[in-house]
């Protein structure tokens, strides 16, 4: 397919634009700031835009199957921006992206929304809960199928790799690497051709991690959060206590459903708190912990 990526320069799109172009997909890169002329970004067709002003897309937009639309002020911007702000990207910007599809004859999307949408009446959820409408808008109006992509947190980690990357994944956070596969599939998902007739298609994917418990594990997990994570992740105790890992506080349970939460389109999340607990083994057994509290995020 060819696919119109706005936003492409943030986190999600230095991500997925390798991924969609390694499968073979041809990319039309969008953003309000200029690209790097490097890896991922160079030699690729590049429309500088910004999607508040109401114009400017039509044209990237032109030829193109399938809109992934990334722009939004998200969790990390709540205290900087105002709700103004927020209206005006992620309210706007969504529906003037939608349009320049619309025009240009693009059946296909991939919104990105949040698990903030949960939040319904928050600054940032609020604008999610209006994206996702805007998206059911224009199915309805204007026969474009959808996916849009509720992710958990995978804000990059900076350089607390241990808690701010380790311990979120007990609690609100998912993995990028398993955010960029849902991404990835939704666009794969919506790749073949439908036949004429019946309603066009809408689907909501929370783009969570996978759960490596159930709630009755974690039940009595506050009474002595060593001896509840030892029991569910066998061998913890000791990379908890020796890396000052937090886990005091009970994890939460994703709820993804009996097939679990990528299962409408074909994708199942493999990073969790376990996995992490992995990695961290195979790198403290080079016998030099403060390198493994030094790692930064690459991302
Ligand atoms: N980062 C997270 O943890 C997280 C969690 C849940 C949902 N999301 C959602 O995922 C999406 C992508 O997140 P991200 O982390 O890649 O964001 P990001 O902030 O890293 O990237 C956003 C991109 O949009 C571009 N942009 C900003 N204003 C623009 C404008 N006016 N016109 C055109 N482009 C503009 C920026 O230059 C940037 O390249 C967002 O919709 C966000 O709400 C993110």
């Known amino acids: 397919m060819r696919i119109l990526v706005t936003g492409a320069g943030g986190n999600i799109g230095k991500g997925i634009v390798p991924r969609l172009h390694a499968a073979g997909h041809s990319l039309v890169l969008s953003d309000v700031n200029r690209l790097p002329d490097e890896p991922p970004f160079a030699d690729l067709p590049f429309v500088q835009c ?6 400017g897309l039509e044209g990237a937009a032109q030829g193109c199957d399938l809109l992934l639309h990334l722009p939004a002020w998200h969790g990390i ?3 900087a921006k105002t709700e103004a702000d927020f209206w005006r990207l992620n309210v706007d910007g969504t529906f003037w992206a939608l349009q320049a599809a619309r025009a240009a004859g693009i059946r296909r999307l991939v919104f990105l929304s949040s698990q903030s949408w949960h939040d319904h009446y928050g600054k940032y959820g609020f604008t999610k809960q209006v994206g996702e409408e805007l998206c059911e808008y224009h199915r309805r109006n204007h026969g474009l199928r959808y996916v849009a992509i509720r ?5 990059p980690w900076g350089d607390d790799y241990l808690n701010r990357y380790g311990a979120r994944l007990l609690y609100g956070g998912v993995d990028r690497e398993d955010v960029l596969g849902y991404v990835e599939a939704a666009v794969e998902h919506l790749g073949p051709d439908l036949p004429d007739g019946g309603s066009p298609e809408a689907l909501i994917v929370d783009a969570v ?3 490596a418990f159930t709630a009755e594990q974690v039940r009595d997990w506050e009474d002595d959060h060593l001896t509840a994570c030892e029991r569910v992740f066998p061998g913890s105790r000791d990379l908890l206590e020796r890396y000052a890992i937090d886990v005091r ?12 939460p990528g299962a409408a389109i074909g994708y199942t999340p493999t990073r969790h708190f376990g996995t992490f607990l992995d990695d961290l083994r195979r790198l403290d057994a080079t016998g030099e912990p403060d390198a493994v509290r030094a790692i ?3 991302y």
Do not use: I, L, M, N
Not at 50 to 55: H, P, T
Not at 151 to 155: I, K, L, N, Q, V
């Open 77 to 79: 911007h709540s205290r």
């Open 50 to 55: 910004d999607v508040q002003a109401g114009f």
């Open 249 to 260: 506080r009970r994890p939460s349970v994703v709820a993804g459903g009996e097939d679990g």
């Open 151 to 155: 992710p958990a947190d995978f804000t």
């Open 296 to 298: 930064t995020c690459p």
């Open 209 to 211: 991690r996978p759960d």
